[in-house]
């Protein structure tokens, strides 16, 4: 049976959830810190999330930027987000943890499913950075990983979409959701490989609303940054996706 493609989309707050929400998106993966890749929300974010948003929101459990092989200060960390978001009635999360060597970290991601026990666990773009990734989705169907974000180990899911087939036609679970570069104007391929879930930020940056701004100094390491300027859902672009794959449907 030909069972509707789900959209997922990357929203950095509660605003953009509710966005998303309301031009169609059928789940969130909620996350600050656009300019990291998405790091763990804040409690706030977290507990107004859940008031706001009725369709399924996964919140990532990332405690910094970089690679996915944690220090046992920042893995214990992560246990006590995932215990959080789990008690706070999250049905799912996002998460991705590596040893030194590229392989999925099996000791770790046991304690993981342990503590998300309950919950539907998506395996995130830490995929795309396995050196073998046939072994490391056989892995992670072993410890009953729900479904896994990946852009085939490219630069972004269109160029990785012979490896995200490949992964697809090798077992069917865990699911594969693509994602990385997946927009409104590229949709249709997926569509056609037959992908069931696509996640996309559908985002833009906007300017920021302040009027008065001192130019001369920047609260980032980063000297080049914009401070000026933020990323947010664009509704329009989740609205045409959702109906694109309806059309397809």
């Known amino acids: 049976e030909d069972d509707m493609a789900l959209l997922e989309i990357c929203c950095y707050s509660v605003e953009c959830a509710v ?63 995932i215990a959080l978001v789990r008690d706070s009635g999250f049905p ?12 999925i970290d099996l000791s770790r991601m046991r304690q993981v499913m342990r503590a998300a ?20 989705f056989d892995t992670l169907a072993e410890l009953g990983v729900a479904r896994v974000l990946t852009s085939g180990q490219q630069p972004s899911a269109e160029k990785g979409l012979k490896l995200i087939t490949e992964l697809k036609a090798h077992s069917g679970v865990p699911i594969i959701m693509a994602g990385a570069g997946v927009r409104a104007s590229n949709l249709e391929l997926f569509l056609n490989a037959g992908v069931e879930e696509l996640h996309s930020s559908a985002g833009k940056w906007i300017p920021s609303p302040m009027r008065y701004r001192n130019t001369g100094l920047s609260m980032s390491t980063d000297a080049e940054a914009d401070e000026y300027s933020r990323y947010g859902v664009d509704g329009e672009s989740v609205a045409e996706m959702k109906s694109l794959i309806e059309r397809h449907h």
């Open 92 to 103: 799912g999360l996002v998460i991705g943890v590596l040893d030194e060597d590229g392989n």
């Open 117 to 136: 026990q309950g919950m539907a666990v998506t395996f995130h773009r830490a995929f795309d950075m396995c050196q073998d990734p046939i072994q490391a």
């Open 19 to 81: 966005t998303a929400q309301r031009q169609g998106a059928d789940r969130i993966e909620l996350c600050a810190a656009p300019k990291e890749g998405g790091l763990t929300p804040s409690f706030g974010v977290l507990k107004s999330a859940l008031q706001a948003i009725t369709i399924p929101v996964h919140p990532i459990i990332r405690p910094r930027g970089g690679d996915f092989c944690y220090t046992a200060g920042e893995f214990s960390a992560m246990l006590e987000d």
